[in-house]
């Protein structure tokens, strides 16, 4: 899967994101709305991550998808 992929079919691919990162609320994926750079912000924001491994961690997840 990529990038183009999720944002185009956010509202079904929105469901996977939150299994993967539980902290991300309804809200938080509304405020994302199939956006990469607001999706790395949320992981640095819920999770404490560095940009750099909010980015790989969402490549990781793309590749396995």
Request: hydrophobic share 30%; no cysteine.
């Amino acid at each position: 899967m990529n990038w183009n992929q999720v944002e185009g079919n956010w509202e079904q691919v929105k469901g996977k994101v939150q299994t993967q990162w539980g902290k991300l609320t309804g809200d938080d994926l509304d405020v994302i709305a199939g956006n990469r750079k607001q999706l790395a912000g949320k992981l640095q924001e819920r999770y404490g991550k560095a940009e750099d491994a909010a980015e790989r961690e969402i490549d990781d997840w793309l590749n396995n998808h």
